[in-house]
């Protein structure tokens, strides 16, 4: 999950839970102080009808009045003693409007100056009271949508905002290609861990950029320096060979280390190819028809196995012509085909497909090779380390691919396809 | 024939010059700059074996003393720096081949007769042995004056022979030199044998007194009768 | 950070809850003898004929307050330790005993003689006194002259 999304995720479920919390205790408290309001009015409107009938009980108290809104009604001493006071709601019929209507009801009880106890009912109509909820949460609701919509779209602004340098670096770091010169960062930030981060990342890649060639020119030089001595020994064991003074068993000995030495030296070869390569000494390019060079390969290559019994079919809908140097072209197409050759078990089939835009070479396999690693230096896949791979081959394949401005893929669909793409 | 060899690496300077003496050449040798110049400028050579790092001065700079010099010896260039531009600069300088390190005797010993063969007076470019003459331009062989006809790959390993008579040819060095440098990872010398015998049948079908006889799991060798 | 904010919201609910105001359950009867003493002396000494009609228990929020109806309709509000904090007598007025001897002489000096007190009231910042005449005056808690009130 991206870094954004998560504290996004997180930032927004705090918030929404805070906004729930503070809504719900808002509400409670306007329902309660709403409430608190009727029955203060009930309680004050007691003292006015109380004030009124202890000034003038027999105006109010003709036969138990009852008034739109209290009744008051003579009650045993008994009673009075122990009335409480309690407040509730209820719905009154009202004549006039022929409706019932929501009413709130304070019951209480006073006593007159002769010590008789009287229990005294309120009404005021909660109609008013009930809108006023409605609104109260009709609003909260609105308020409530607002405020998280605009936290919403405002951490999301503040959020990208904030993290924009780090996905530029992460852009930065995905461009660069080791050996390769790397493209300027301009990534100005005023957070501190970011720039820290810019100079780490920058730093880094000076030095891997500096490890890269070193071990680049390592890699040159040791090779060069080692064509001589081998050829000194190769031309040596020649000699030896040619004196007509060694015997079967001492011809046999020498004949292996005449090939080890062979082989060290093709793998040597094949070294300073790669670092030739790196170092771009094939700056001549023309223009190169592959699939051309693919069938002139191909007829020598297949002649060379000619014991593993490999066909070959060229599927050709249009040539894949590139503009790169001669001499890696051969090479390129040379290593592909022999990797496809050496890795084909008898009888097997290559085809070679050939459009204007890519050219695949495909031979079958059982299982899908490591994508990861059979570029790499000296991987060999499973079972093929045979005596004529140096393990360089493809890694060779792709320094060329890179270097002319090709991609060289590998993908697995049954069969090992190795794909140049312009 | 005369050959100098100009090679700083004792080595190497030591083994082409027991090579090439093998061979039957007059051989001198030159370790570095200053000493090559003076040998050319005052003897005339077939061949000169030319290694470009050199102590006291660049092989290549060798070069164009010749050319001032007026110089006409066929040159091969044997560097260890297998480098395009060392090639190309090497070829427009005036010399005829270029030969990276490490390389096979056999291997030079083809170029060197075969650039001593384009030189030579008469412009006769065959390579004969006993009976069997071989037309290298043509891409011919005749035995008896009677041709031979041989594919591609068959003519190629004879000529190979032929110019390396007489020498225990290793197999791999065998299969690269006709093969090419393109299929030099090839240890797969099935090949090699079957072409090989078709040769010699073809030989001794032919009635040639030549054969190519095999050494040990070495290699090839190819004897008179 | 995000306890304390929820803490925070939790603590001002609670505290929502408890200034809920309370009166139901209020029995009447029983009122009349949780007034505190020296309210009881207070109401026999400077309203001696008069009898309660009922009395209000009112707790709202952390204060709370006994409001005393007179049979003859006159309110009068005492604290929790019994001090009087208000006293309205409805238009009759209010016994001078009660009234502040600075407020008195006050009235007395600046008014007309037919003119009296009819409601007197603790406020936070001092005293205020309605009167006969619908004036009402503000005082220092000491019955200094504040300012007229319209």
Excluded at chain 1, 306 to 315: C, F, P, R, V, Y
Excluded at chain 3, 1 to 25: C, E, F, K, N, P
Excluded at chain 3, 29 to 47: A, C, D, G, T, V
């Amino acid at each position: 999950m991206k870094l954004i999304r998560y504290t996004y995720i997180r930032l927004f479920s705090l918030m929404f839970m805070l906004f729930i919390l503070w809504g719900a205790l808002f509400y409670i408290s306007m329902m309660d102080e709403v409430m608190d309001e009727t029955d203060d009015r009930l309680l004050n409107n007691k003292g006015l009808v109380v004030h009124r009938m202890l000034q003038q009980p027999e105006r109010l108290l003709t036969a138990d009045t009852l008034s739109d809104n209290y009744r008051i009604s003579r009650i045993s001493e008994q009673e009075g003693l122990n009335h409480r006071d309690s407040f509730y709601d209820t719905k009154i019929y009202i004549q006039i409007e022929n409706e019932y209507e929501p009413m709130r009801v304070y019951k209480s009880s006073f006593k007159d100056n002769s010590g008789q106890f009287y229990e005294i009912e309120l009404y005021l109509s909660t109609i008013e009271r009930d809108n006023v909820i409605e609104d109260i949460l009709f609003y909260l609701i609105i308020l409530f949508v607002v405020m998280l919509g605009i936290t919403l779209v405002g951490m999301r602004l503040v959020l990208k905002r904030t993290f924009r340098p780090l996905y530029k670096l992460l852009d930065w770091l995905n461009s660069v290609i080791p050996g390769r010169e790397a493209p300027e960062l301009n990534n100005e930030t005023e957070i501190a861990e970011f720039k820290k981060l810019n100079d780490a990342a920058v730093n880094m890649q000076k030095r891997s950029r500096k490890a890269y060639e070193e071990q680049k020119d390592f890699i040159g030089n040791a090779s060069h320096e080692l064509q001589t001595p081998l050829a000194i020994s190769l031309n040596k064991l020649d000699m030896l060979a040619n004196s007509g003074e060694l015997n079967e068993e001492q011809m046999n000995l020498l004949s292996q280390t005449f090939e080890t030495l062979q082989r060290a030296t093709r793998l040597n070869k094949s070294l300073l190819l790669l670092s030739q390569i790196q170092n771009e000494q094939f700056v001549q390019v023309s223009e190169q028809n592959l699939t051309q060079t693919i069938q002139r390969v191909l007829n020598d290559m297949l002649e060379v196995y000619s014991d593993k019994n490999i066909m070959a079919k060229i599927e050709t809908e249009s040539d894949f012509i590139h503009q790169m140097n001669d001499s890696l072209a051969v090479v390129l197409i040379n290593n592909l085909l022999k990797n496809a050759i050496v890795h084909s078990s008898s009888n097997s089939l290559i085809t070679i497909t050939s459009h204007e835009k890519s050219l695949t070479i495909s031979n079958e396999g059982q299982t899908a090779l490591d994508n990861e690693k059979i570029f790499t230096r000296f991987y060999r896949a499973g079972n093929s380390k045979t005596k004529e791979s140096t393990g360089l081959g493809l890694t060779i394949a792709k320094e060329i691919a890179q270097l002319s401005g090709l991609s060289l893929e590998y993908f697995y669909d049954g069969k090992h396809n190795f794909r140049l793409k312009k | 024939m005369k050959i100098l060899i100009i090679e700083d690496e004792k080595g190497m300077r030591e083994t082409l010059e027991t090579f090439f003496v093998q061979q039957k050449f007059v051989v001198e040798t030159a370790h570095d700059f200053d000493s090559g110049l003076s040998k050319l400028s005052v003897y005339d050579y077939d061949c000169v074996l030319l290694d470009i790092t050199l102590p006291g001065g660049s092989g290549l700079d060798l070069l164009t003393e010749m050319k001032r010099l007026n110089k006409r010896e066929s040159v091969i260039i044997i560097s260890a720096r297998d480098a395009i531009d060392d090639k190309v600069l090497g070829l427009e300088l005036g010399a005829d081949d270029y030969l990276p390190k490490p390389f096979h005797l056999a291997e030079l010993n083809a170029r060197v007769k075969s650039l001593i063969r384009r030189n030579q007076s008469g412009g006769d470019m065959s390579v004969s042995i006993e009976n069997v003459k071989l037309l290298p331009d043509k891409r011919t062989v005749f035995v008896n004056d009677e041709e031979l006809p041989l594919n591609r790959k068959e003519f190629d390993l004879l000529y190979y022979f032929m110019v390396n008579p007489d020498r225990l040819l290793n197999k791999t060095t065998l299969t690269e030199a006709v093969w090419g440098d393109n299929i030099d990872q090839a240890d797969d010398l099935e090949f090699l044998y079957s072409q090989v015998k078709n040769l010699r049948r073809k030989l001794k079908t032919a009635g040639a007194t030549i054969e190519i006889k095999a050494v040990y799991g070495f290699g090839y060798k190819l004897i008179s009768e | 950070m995000r306890q304390q904010v929820i803490a925070l919201i939790l603590a001002l609910g609670l505290l929502g809850t408890l200034t809920h105001y309370s009166v139901a359950g209020n029995n009447m009867s029983k009122n009349e003898s949780r007034l505190p003493k020296n309210s009881q002396e207070f109401l026999k000494k400077h309203f001696p004929s008069e009898k309660i009609s009922y009395v209000i228990v009112d707790k709202d929020g952390l204060q709370t307050t006994f409001e005393v109806m007179l049979t003859s309709g006159k309110e009068i509000e005492f604290y929790k330790n019994g001090e009087w904090k208000e006293i309205d007598a409805k238009k009759t007025a209010v016994p001078q005993t009660i009234i502040p001897a600075n407020i008195l002489k006050h009235v007395k000096d600046n008014f007309d003689n037919d003119v009296y007190v009819v409601q007197i009231e603790k406020k936070f910042w001092g005293i205020e006194v309605e009167l006969s005449n619908k004036l009402e005056v503000e005082y220092t808690s000491g019955g200094k002259f504040l300012r007229y009130d319209n």
